[in-house]
């Protein structure tokens, strides 16, 4: 892939034993609280819409599509603030057995 190629998160922790992949879709003017819990360790990505993350002490600041998030403390709060679906594809660590 060249520094010009999009990067094919789709594919990027498919099938992978040492990663997990979650999608989480929020439709217009929906929002996520965040449980920082089942972000921990994940890089998140805005495939598609425009979010607005909101701080524990009320800061906000919006991503479009193409974002690279990491969702944790002071992050409480992310909201659709687009008029179509985001999408968020978090990319996390799978956890050792054995």
């Known amino acids: 892939m060249s520094c ?8 990027l922790a498919c099938d992978a034993l040492q990663f997990r ?6 439709a217009a003017d929906e929002e996520l609280r965040i449980d920082p819990s089942l972000w921990r360790d994940a890089i998140v ?3 598609t819409g425009e979010i607005e993350v909101e701080c524990v002490a009320g800061e906000r600041r919006r991503f479009s599509k193409g974002a690279v998030l990491c969702l944790v ?4 709060v992310v909201r659709n603030c687009g008029r179509d679906r985001a999408r968020l594809i978090a990319i996390s660590r799978r956890a050792l057995t054995g």
């Open 45 to 47: 990505f805005l495939d």
């Open 21 to 26: 992949r979650r999608v989480v879709e929020l």
């Open 4 to 11: 010009d190629a999009g990067l094919d998160v789709e594919r």
């Open 73 to 76: 403390p002071p992050v409480h």
